[in-house]
């Protein structure tokens, strides 16, 4: 029995909040589809301390390990983490995905800072 990857996309309502004044308007829609990439990378240059150059590396090192992210549906890598207590505290105890092959397993991506 494998283990998969499965993800749950939360549908989430984006609460539009209203720009402080004018000079803002341009990021009005910065992460949304509608703004075409060279506008986006445009803004972005803008805004980051950036150069173009450094700007390009960024996103071809972001697509070489996109194209290392298992796909949904395929089977999970072989991983150790250490496991937390009720209280999200570190245990110390490391658990390795395949010592649980067979036993149920959810696997929870966020932030708990």
């Known amino acids: 029995m494998a283990m998969y990857i499965f993800f749950r996309w939360a ?39 950036m150069t173009e150059d450094e700007f390009d590396a960024m996103l071809a090192s972001n697509d070489a390990r996109q194209s290392r992210v298992p796909a949904v549906g395929k089977p999970a890598p072989d991983f150790e983490i250490e496991r937390l207590d009720r209280d999200r505290k570190r245990t110390g105890e490391m658990v390795r995905l395949s010592a649980l092959k067979g036993k149920p397993v959810a696997l929870v991506f966020g932030s708990y800072t």
């Open 11 to 49: 549908n989430r309502k984006s609460r539009a909040l209203p720009m402080p004044d004018e000079s803002y308007m341009h990021f009005k829609d910065f992460s949304s589809r509608q703004m075409p990439f060279e506008e986006r990378k445009k803004v972005w240059l803008e805004i980051s301390d």
